[in-house]
């Protein structure tokens, strides 16, 4: 079965749901439409009795440039959550999918895009991609996707990547856990042995491992979700910062954006 949606792709073929984000002119950003029909095709998956594994993808540079600022200020200063709560929604969905959840990176990742990465059960990257936590460049905080990515990374390299905005590679997002191979072969052959070997294992034992997962720390996930959720609610509240993410969005430099002057200190080695 094939569905054509405006931003999203969707097909299912010999037991495998694919699932393309499909906007590359807008770096595969998230709005509220392209947030819905991601949500639909996950589902679609998910009851489909012949989906055995679920892919995620994207076409273009860029796999996802994260939150569509516009669609969230599209009412003007006054910040629109449905977004954001459909953004959620989707991640629970693919972390708590039956199915296991593969996520091809040929694209660089930015914000919430990481979050789709994280929340997933695999993931495949080239070694060339950059990943990077540009939320607080823009006045944001990684709310949503923070309890996500706690689930791969440390609590200090979450607070690295989120302060120092700086992009990792494919090999550092390797070693650090956020990517659990490097497609060396090529993206297609590298895809094609994991998902043997998936079918290669029975679909019950998977369903029932991530459950069994899930106890653990699938209960905690969601109360901090609803915690992320009150806290960027809140973040969000404060005129001055919707101003300046809203200032952002039309392209213009936020208020706090300075040229730092080096000093001429030199530091031990």
């Given at each position: ?130 990943f990077m936590l540009s939320e607080v460049l823009v006045g944001m905080i990684p709310a949503v996707i923070t309890p996500f990515l706690l689930c791969r990374l440390s609590s200090s390299q979450v607070k690295y990547l989120t302060l120092s905005s700086r992009g ?102």
């Amino acid at each position: 079965m094939e569905l054509k949606l405006k931003a999203i792709e969707y097909q299912i073929d010999s037991g495998v749901a694919h699932i393309t984000l499909s906007a590359p002119e807008t770096g595969n950003a998230l709005n509220g439409e392209m947030l819905g029909q991601f949500y639909q095709a996950l589902q679609n998956a998910i009851a489909n009795p012949t989906c055995r594994v679920i892919v995620i993808s994207s076409i273009g540079a860029d796999f996802c440039t994260g939150m569509d600022f516009n669609a969230i200020f599209a009412n003007g200063s006054r910040p629109d959550l449905a977004p954001l709560h459909a953004f959620r929604d989707c991640l629970l969905l693919i972390y708590s999918s039956p199915r296991p959840v593969i996520t091809c990176v040929t694209g660089n990742v930015t914000g919430g895009g990481v979050g789709i990465v994280a929340a997933s059960d695999i993931v495949l990257a080239e070694e060339n991609v950059l990943f990077m936590l540009s939320e607080v460049l823009v006045g944001m905080i990684p709310a949503v996707i923070t309890p996500f990515l706690l689930c791969r990374l440390s609590s200090s390299q979450v607070k690295y990547l989120t302060l120092s905005s700086r992009g990792i590679d494919g090999n550092e997002a390797k070693n650090w856990g956020l990517v659990d191979e490097i497609a060396s072969d090529g993206m297609n052959d590298t895809l094609n042995r994991q998902i043997q070997r998936l079918f290669y294992s029975s679909p019950e034992a998977i369903a029932e491992s991530k459950q069994y997962f899930d106890t653990f720390i699938g209960q905690d996930l969601r109360h901090q979700t609803e915690f992320a959720m009150q806290r960027l609610q809140k973040w969000l509240e404060q005129p001055q910062i919707t101003t300046a993410i809203h200032q952002f969005s039309e392209g213009y430099s936020p208020p706090w954006f300075q040229k730092y002057r080096r000093n001429s200190t030199n530091y031990p080695k």
